[in-house]
């Protein structure tokens, strides 16, 4: 069966810091990977999706950076973070049959 | 314009109810549609997709799609105390799941 894990699962950075949040998928081959954003409070804001390696889309243009080294590794990055970065991000995975997403736990980021 | 828009709420129920979560889209392309539920502090799981107008059941949950209104409803029978939790509505345009700021629901014992 398929599995998806992302970490760290929580993390308080300075503001001006790096960030380097990660995800693997196990059990599926070129699967569609996703980071999405969630606001307190707020709906999921897709951040970037990829459909293989190398191949990364940008949705909100901002200071963070997505990339897929492996077929089943999708890192989300920032050379200095904001304030307004804070938030629980999520990485997922797509059924091509169905459209159905698949989540990881989450990655809880505090910018202070 | 939001791509997905859902009433944020609060929405309270007694428990037993019925409870009634709406969501519209502005994309007609659109094909397919996701209900997600999420508790706080967890990441979303799915509770069901629809691709066809009219309504389709699952135990004590109907989607029901409309189309030509734009519209999607997920209706909760029976209503549970946890049942209460945000319910994300969400709308595949081109592969990309769009999602709605999501409903929250409060069901009282």
């Known amino acids: 069966s398929q599995t998806i894990h992302q970490w760290p699962a929580t993390l308080v950075q300075p503001v001006g810091s790096p960030l380097s949040l990660e995800c693997t998928v196990e059990?599926?081959?070129?699967?569609?990977l996703y980071w999405y954003r969630q606001a307190a409070g707020r709906g999921l804001q897709l951040l970037f999706y990829?459909?293989?390696?190398?191949?990364i889309s940008s949705e909100v243009p901002q200071n963070l950076s997505a990339s897929r080294p492996q077929d089943r590794q999708f890192i989300l990055s920032s050379k200095k973070l904001l304030l307004s970065d804070s938030g629980f991000y999520l990485c997922?995975?797509?059924?091509?049959?169905?459209?159905?997403?698949?989540f990881g736990e989450g990655s809880r980021l505090t910018v202070l | 314009q939001k791509e997905v828009e859902q009433n944020s709420g609060p929405l309270s129920v007694p428990e037993g109810a019925i409870a009634s979560l709406n969501c519209t889209y502005s994309?007609?392309?659109?094909?397919?549609f996701f209900w997600y539920r999420q508790y706080s502090g967890k990441s979303p799981e799915l509770i069901m997709f629809?691709?066809?107008?009219g309504d389709k059941e699952d135990g004590r949950f109907t989607a029901q799609l409309n189309k030509a209104s734009q519209y999607v409803s997920l209706l909760i029978r029976d209503s549970q105390p946890s049942d209460s939790a945000t319910y994300l509505c969400?709308?595949?345009?081109?592969?990309?799941?769009?999602f709605g700021q999501g409903t929250e629901l409060s069901v009282k014992p």
């Open positions: 059990g599926t081959s070129n699967p569609n």
């Open positions: 997922a995975w797509s059924d091509t049959g169905t459209g159905e997403l698949f």
């Open positions: 629809i691709y066809s107008n």
């Open positions: 990829s459909v293989g390696i190398g191949q």
């Open positions: 969400a709308v595949d345009q081109g592969g990309k799941l769009i």
């Open positions: 994309d007609r392309g659109s094909q397919s």
